[in-house]
């Protein structure tokens, strides 16, 4: 509460420089600032984590080992635009979409 106080306290001084170009730029340098911060530090990472996935479910075959969202582990059976058929063990299959496969497990 203390804080808030201060601040409308100092909103009501007046600056007395005359100078109201100044004293915009000076505040605006800082939420700039700010901006930059969170998009190198949050936002880019997040795109690029966001573009590999896609990338990874577009790469997607016939017979390559997954993991999905859930835990569950088997191999890709058939592919159409957006359904997976994936096989988690012998002659059992279940369908998923596309966004649903967390991972490809490397081929050992």
Same mark, same amino acid.
């Given at each position: 509460?203390?804080? *808030?106080?201060?601040?409308?306290?100092?909103?009501?001084?007046?600056? =007395?420089?005359? =100078?109201?170009?100044?004293?915009?730029?000076?505040?605006?340098?800082?939420? !700039? /600032?700010?901006? =930059? $911060?969170?998009?190198?530090?949050?936002? @880019?990472?997040?795109?690029?984590?966001?573009?590999? &996935? @896609?990338?990874? *479910?577009? /790469?997607?075959?016939?017979?390559?080992?997954?993991? #999905? @969202?859930?835990?569950? &582990?088997? #191999?890709? &059976?058939? $592919?159409?635009?957006?359904?997976?058929? *994936?096989? !988690?063990?012998?002659?059992?299959?279940?369908? *998923?979409? @596309?966004? /649903?496969?967390?991972?490809?497990?490397?081929?050992?």
């Amino acid at each position: 509460m203390y804080f *808030l106080g201060t601040v409308l306290a100092m909103a009501g001084q007046s600056g =007395g420089t005359g =100078g109201g170009q100044g004293n915009w730029y000076s505040s605006l340098l800082p939420l !700039v /600032a700010i901006f =930059g $911060i969170f998009y190198f530090l949050m936002i @880019r990472p997040q795109q690029k984590q966001q573009k590999k &996935h @896609r990338d990874m *479910l577009a /790469a997607m075959k016939k017979g390559d080992k997954v993991v #999905t @969202r859930g835990g569950i &582990h088997g #191999t890709i &059976h058939g $592919i159409t635009d957006n359904i997976i058929t *994936l096989e !988690v063990s012998e002659n059992m299959k279940i369908k *998923l979409t @596309r966004e /649903a496969i967390a991972s490809i497990q490397p081929q050992s």
